[in-house]
């Protein structure tokens, strides 16, 4: 049985966004220590969050 997949919301730029991002903290990661390489999608994921909060603040 074959079921049925919605891809209605399926948004192609920003998964070419999310994969060129990726690509890039990859590259980045290349010269790191191992502990830094794992925690460097953390830390731009934090870093990322922390913009929009302030973006959304101020815009308030």
Known sequence: ????????????AETLAKDRRRRSEAELSQGMSELDAMLLPLALAVARLSARTQVTGGAQ
């Open 1 to 12: 049985m074959i079921s049925q997949i919605d891809v209605s919301g399926y948004d192609m």
